[in-house]
């Protein structure tokens, strides 16, 4: 049972790297908000459909699913 588990676990691990790395950078935080490149109005109608915010929704799922069988591995 611990056998398969590190295998997704690994797998896991490597599908949100690539995730990650597909992702666009994003200038709406605090740095972004400093250097004034701040951008109003930007779309938020659309957001849910870019491919931005799917990565966005996938990377959240993935990363809970990693910690998630982290858990299960130590207690085993």
Same mark, same amino acid.
Request: glycine residues 10%; hydrophobic residues 60%; aromatic residues 10%.
């Given at each position: %049972?611990?056998?398969?588990? =590190?295998?997704? #676990? =690994?797998?896991?691990?490597?599908? &949100?790297? $690539?995730?990650? %790395?597909? #992702?666009?950078?994003?200038?709406?935080?605090?740095?972004?908000? !400093?250097?004034? #490149? @701040?951008?109003?109005?930007?779309?938020?109608?659309?957001? @849910?459909?870019?491919?931005? /915010?799917?990565?966005?929704? =996938?990377?959240?799922? $993935? /990363?809970? /699913?990693? $910690?998630?069988?982290?858990? !299960?591995?130590? &207690?085993?």
């Amino acid at each position: %049972m611990k056998i398969p588990l =590190m295998i997704l #676990q =690994m797998l896991c691990g490597l599908f &949100l790297i $690539v995730i990650i %790395m597909l #992702q666009s950078g994003k200038n709406s935080g605090l740095s972004g908000a !400093i250097g004034g #490149q @701040s951008e109003f109005g930007s779309g938020f109608a659309a957001k @849910s459909k870019t491919w931005d /915010a799917k990565f966005a929704r =996938m990377t959240k799922w $993935v /990363a809970i /699913a990693f $910690v998630i069988l982290t858990f !299960i591995l130590v &207690l085993i």
